[in-house]
């Protein structure tokens, strides 16, 4: 696969890249590593690479990855003492009541089981709405934790889950006629969706550089498709 990822950030230690959205970021059964966000940009960097987290395939944003194990070492212990800070932007189903808020419900991973469950694991979740529209919510997720499918399990339980999510909510795409009052295709023409995948993005990272004790934090701008739907629904959907 010839792709050429965006790269944020890079220095002798750590690399930071935009994630593409349908996007493996490690091999699976079925995908190679060629294929992956990691193989990808080992060939694309021409050198080895250490992956230090991972986002849903569907999930575009910030990645770091560390190129050497030193600073694989560092950044991994940084996140399991929840010092690395991580902005998630997402758009959700229906209208939240609350302008911000705090879900706090522990998480029970079994394979590729995750369901929230008293005996779990700390799942912490805050967020904030950024705008309210007739039938979404997009919102900040500030996750203090990082279990596996929090954010999205989290606002599920909630009962506002992603506006696409086909685990916790509906597959279905979001087009322009679902929103837009008197939308008229022409004749003849299929109306394409706005935006047909997870609708969540990591949006900035913070953590501290290895060597330095000073934070840094990266920024990745909106996936396309999730930036067309939300001008969309700014214009047309409130």
Do not use: C
């Not at 685990?167 to 295709?185: A, V």
Request: hydrophobic share 35%; proline share 4%.
């Amino acid at each position: 696969m010839k792709q050429q990822i965006g790269i944020i950030y890079q220095d002798e230690n750590i690399l930071v890249v935009n994630k593409p959205s349908d996007m493996l970021v490690i091999p699976d059964r079925n995908i190679y590593e060629n294929e992956t966000l990691v193989g990808i940009l080992k060939n694309q960097l021409k050198q080895k690479l250490w992956v230090v987290h991972i986002i849903d395939r569907d999930t575009s944003g910030i990645l770091v990855f560390a190129k050497n194990p030193e600073t694989h070492r560092n950044i991994s212990i940084q996140f399991e003492n929840s010092k690395v800070h991580k902005k998630y932007i997402a758009l959700l189903s229906g209208v939240l009541e609350e302008n911000q808020g705090t879900v706090n419900k522990p998480l029970i991973i079994s394979g590729r089981d995750v369901r929230i469950d008293i005996t779990g694991k700390e799942s912490i979740t805050n967020f904030k709405v950024l705008e309210n529209f007739r039938s979404y919510t997009l919102v900040n997720a500030l996750p203090l934790t990082g279990r596996r499918h929090q954010i999205r399990i989290h606002f599920w339980s909630l009962g506002h889950p992603l506006a696409i999510d086909g685990e916790y909510g509906t597959s279905d795409p979001i087009f322009l006629s679902s929103f837009k009052r008197n939308y008229k295709i022409k004749k003849d023409k299929t109306e394409n969706p706005l935006i047909s995948r997870l609708t969540l993005h990591a949006a900035t990272l913070t953590l501290t550089l290895a060597g330095s004790s000073e934070e840094k934090t990266f920024e990745a701008p909106l996936a396309k498709d999730f930036e067309v739907a939300v001008r969309q629904l700014h214009k047309y959907g409130k």
